[in-house]
């Protein structure tokens, strides 16, 4: 279980990004982040996997206070981070990534399978370089299946729809519904897409440095879909909260 007591986090410049995230999420469920631009979803993620340090407030994973704990601390511990600008690495091939993700020699046979699960055809990417010749879309899917193949504790995914064409996202979601059901973890995705947040089991909706609300998917969705959480600020459409 991972709990959040009361972070907080201010720019150098005085202004709060994050002003008072409480927040619990349970074990082995699939809990999304939403709510408009800048109102501390990536923020809340980077505290969670150690890229952000809070002001104040505690970070609790199965008991452990990890608050102080860096990035390669909490990768140790079981925390999976997927950026939603991935970095490149020229020299290393996706099966090297692939491989130091898991951290142990792969078959063929599952290393391709990491790639088709995020819509890619293997035999045309498992050798290839992370360089410049990757489209931005194909390393995002790339970084994505270097998550799933850490198997982690606790897997975070950074706007995973970022950068990729419609039928990639297809496959996307089915992949986060196949994990849900198989995945012995927890999955915390930021997100505005409708499709994730309809495969959710619990919806965190942040907004101004705050947890507007939290609760069960089938409590949460409907209010956004209607836009009653926010007046004037439905789901998608023209002006609304969550567009891009």
């Known amino acids: 279980m991972l709990k959040l007591e009361h972070l907080a986090w201010t720019l150098p410049t005085g202004e709060e990004i994050i002003k008072d995230i409480d927040l619990t999420i349970p074990d082995n469920k699939l809990v999304v982040i939403t709510g408009p631009n800048g109102g501390g979803k990536t923020t809340t993620a980077?505290?969670?996997?150690?890229?952000?340090?809070?002001?104040?407030?505690?970070?609790?994973?199965?008991?452990?206070?990890i608050t102080d704990c860096d990035?390669?601390?909490?990768?140790?511990?079981?925390?999976?981070?997927?950026?939603?600008?991935?970095?490149r690495f020229k020299g290393l091939t996706v099966r090297d990534m692939l491989e130091m993700a898991s951290g142990k020699n792969l078959a063929e046979e599952s290393a391709c399978g990491y790639l088709s699960n995020v819509g890619l055809c293997a035999?045309?990417?498992?050798?290839r370089e992370m360089d410049t010749s990757l489209s931005g879309g194909e390393i995002k899917r790339i970084e994505i299946a270097t998550a799933l193949a850490r198997n982690a504790k606790l897997s975070i995914f950074d706007e995973p729809e970022a950068g990729i064409d419609l039928w990639s996202f297809a496959r996307l979601v089915e992949t986060f519904e196949d994990l849900k059901k198989n995945h012995n973890g927890t999955l915390l995705i930021i997100s505005h897409q409708e499709r994730i947040l309809s495969i959710a089991d619990e919806i965190v909706v942040v907004a101004?440095?705050?947890i507007l609300q939290h609760g069960p998917r089938e409590e949460v969705l409907p209010t956004l879909l209607a836009g009653t959480m926010m007046p004037c600020c439905p789901l998608g459409g023209k002006g609304g909260m969550f567009n891009e």
């Open 46 to 65: 980077k505290m969670i996997a150690g890229i952000v340090t809070p002001d104040s407030g505690r970070i609790i994973l199965d008991g452990e206070d």
């Open 71 to 87: 990035i390669t601390e909490r990768a140790r511990k079981g925390i999976a981070f997927a950026f939603q600008q991935p970095v």
């Open 208 to 210: 101004d440095g705050n």
């Open 123 to 127: 035999s045309e990417y498992i050798d």
